[in-house]
């Protein structure tokens, strides 16, 4: 008589366990591709068609927290240049669910503060990078996004103080790094500036900007400039770099 086999009930948990690792992994692929040519058609200026390899991507992988920002970051940019209500709200509602999906996504917690700021509800911008930075106290970002929002609003000092922590937090943050030098120099601490780029240089030889200043600051001018940023930012997985 032959030998039936039978599955155990642990090996058959183990096979779907496999299984559902393999299809989540393919869906994110899927999605993340979905990004990258929303990316591209976005800085393209296509933004219709971008929107819609960002939704394939959500609908691809639904917690994808990445195509949740880059919808809201593209709704955003509609918005504020169409001074379009609807889209900056619509922008808002994606930032949040991105939010919801990944608490730490430090694009998207930057996008709603600026959306916030510009939207007249700085109070709001504060608290929401304030909380932040109280809940995920072992992240420098975090400190990162604050100091830039108090920069912004022309308290430097605070501002450096934030930065200061940041890198207690991570001394191999180089968008602290370059933050700091960017707080240092337009307070007119050049020489300290210039340590604080190269610093940052060192740990991150791609960000923009920072190459230049050094050399402004040496010297030795090149062309471009280092600015904070006030605008959002599309991103992919894994991010070359990032400005601060």
């Not at 058959?12 to 591209?40: F, H, P, W, Y």
């Not at 058609?41 to 219709?48: E, I, N, S, T, V």
């Not at 602290?176 to 060192?202: K, V």
Request: glycine share 6%; charged share 20%; proline share 2%.
């Amino acid at each position: 008589m032959a030998r039936k086999h039978f599955m155990s009930r642990s090996s058959s948990r183990i096979l779907a366990v496999i299984i559902s690792v393999l299809a989540s992994t393919g869906c994110k692929m899927v999605a993340d591709g979905q990004n990258i040519e929303g990316v591209r058609l976005q800085q393209q200026g296509q933004h219709q068609a971008a929107l819609q390899q960002f939704q394939q991507a959500i609908t691809s992988q639904p917690t994808n927290a990445d195509a949740y920002y880059n919808m809201a970051a593209t709704y955003h940019r509609l918005g504020i240049q169409q001074k379009d209500a609807k889209q900056l709200e619509q922008a808002e509602t994606l930032y949040n669910q991105c939010l919801d999906l990944n608490e730490d996504h430090v694009e998207c917690r930057r996008g709603l503060a600026v959306l916030l700021t510009e939207t007249d509800r700085s109070d709001r911008a504060f608290n929401l990078l304030k909380n932040w930075a109280n809940s995920s106290p072992q992240l420098a970002d975090a400190r990162v996004e604050l100091a830039r929002l108090y920069e912004e609003s022309g308290d430097y000092e605070t501002a450096k103080l934030h930065l200061n922590k940041a890198i207690l937090l991570d001394q191999h943050n180089a968008r602290a790094w370059a933050a700091l030098g960017n707080i240092r120099e337009q307070l007119g601490d050049t020489q300290q500036a210039l340590a604080n780029y190269q610093r940052s240089y060192n740990l991150n030889s791609f960000q923009p900007g920072v190459a230049q200043r050094i050399a402004s600051l040496s010297g030795t001018p090149a062309g471009g400039g280092f600015s904070s940023g006030g605008d959002t930012r599309i991103v992919t997985r894994p991010m070359p770099g990032q400005n601060y």
